[in-house]
């Protein structure tokens, strides 16, 4: 469930949030991007994987996209393979896919982990409960 928001408390939100993900993108240039836009990583069920996300990426995401199909193995916002929502997509699914060796994994845990603690301080900032769940769960209960 999101919680009620104020215009210019979820605008400051948004904002906080776009300039997280800029420097997690300056980040992340520094690794070898080996995304093919497959889409793998996506179908949880055959990545055997769980997208997990916090409350504020949800307002992020909500912001601008909404689920529009039920789905229960995969993620609704995959079209034709590819995201549907990459502007604005999750913390994970901008990490995930740099998953392809030792030394990629590793960096890529530890920029997910320094930006997931970002996160949290912006939970904290903005007095929004934090809440980290599958994101299945949450696209189910908004359907």
């Known amino acids: 469930m999101m919680?009620?928001?104020?215009?210019?408390?979820?605008q400051q939100i948004i904002e906080d949030m776009a300039n997280l993900y800029k420097n997690l993108h300056e980040d992340l240039s520094q690794?070898?991007?080996?995304c093919t836009s497959c889409g793998f990583c996506c179908h949880f069920d055959l990545a055997k994987h769980s997208l997990y996300v916090t409350?504020?990426?949800m307002i992020y995401l909500f912001d601008k996209y909404h689920?529009?199909?039920k789905v229960e193995k995969?993620?609704?916002?995959?079209?034709n393979n590819l995201c549907s929502v990459h502007?604005?997509?999750m913390l994970g699914c901008r990490t995930y896919f740099r998953l392809h060796n030792k030394e990629q994994t590793i960096a890529a845990e530890q920029i997910y982990e320094k930006?997931?603690?970002k996160i949290k301080e912006l939970h904290l900032k903005y007095d929004v409960e934090w809440n980290y769940q599958d994101c299945m769960n949450i696209f189910?209960?908004?359907?």
């Open 3 to 10: 919680p009620e928001l104020s215009a210019t408390v979820k």
């Open 31 to 34: 690794l070898p991007a080996p």
């Open 55 to 57: 409350t504020l990426e």
């Open 67 to 69: 689920v529009t199909s």
């Open 74 to 79: 995969h993620c609704p916002f995959l079209r």
């Open 87 to 89: 502007d604005r997509r």
């Open 115 to 117: 930006y997931l603690g």
């Open 140 to 143: 189910q209960e908004m359907m």
